[in-house]
């Protein structure tokens, strides 16, 4: 195996524990959005994944998409949201209920991170009051945080 692409399987990258404020529907993500990124991570390439579910209890992922020129680069975010947007018809509001994102860390396991500021924008731009779950700088600790709290004095935009 190469080492710009990685098998956790078999590299050993350490599975963040399920944190005991998360429940089994955020435990699923957590777990989703891990296997996701262990079979897809390529350094420099793919290097975060997201889980997020839908009020219909739907799960829907995407990857990091780094692209040459870091303007064409893609959010593993954005890619889970516009699949999950994809999935229902138009006229559907698109209802997202919880959001996880990890990523490797350079110690051989995985972090659970929090979405970028354009992220968190789009996130809170579709589903204001979706969880996100984030790792805090202080403590350490995976926590649950409103999409909208992520985003003091958001201008709110009417579509």
Known sequence: MSAA????ASAGVTPVAVPTAM??????????????????WRDGRHEVATALRTADGAVHTGVHVEGSCRRSSICAEGVA?????GAYPGERPLEVTSVVSVQIKPAGQFRVIAPC????????????????WITTVEENEVV???????????SRRAW
């Not at 989703?32 to 262990?38: D, K, S, T």
Request: with cysteine; aromatic share 2%.
């Open 144 to 154: 649950p945080v409103r999409a909208l709290d992520l985003l003091p004095d958001k």
């Open 81 to 85: 949201l516009g699949t999950a947007r």
């Open 23 to 40: 429940d089994d529907d955020a435990a699923e993500l957590l777990r989703m959005a891990q296997e996701l990124l262990g079979r897809v």
């Open 117 to 132: 500021g354009v992220c968190r924008e789009l996130i809170s731009d579709y589903s204001p009051d979706a969880t996100v």
């Open 5 to 8: 692409h990685l098998d956790t």
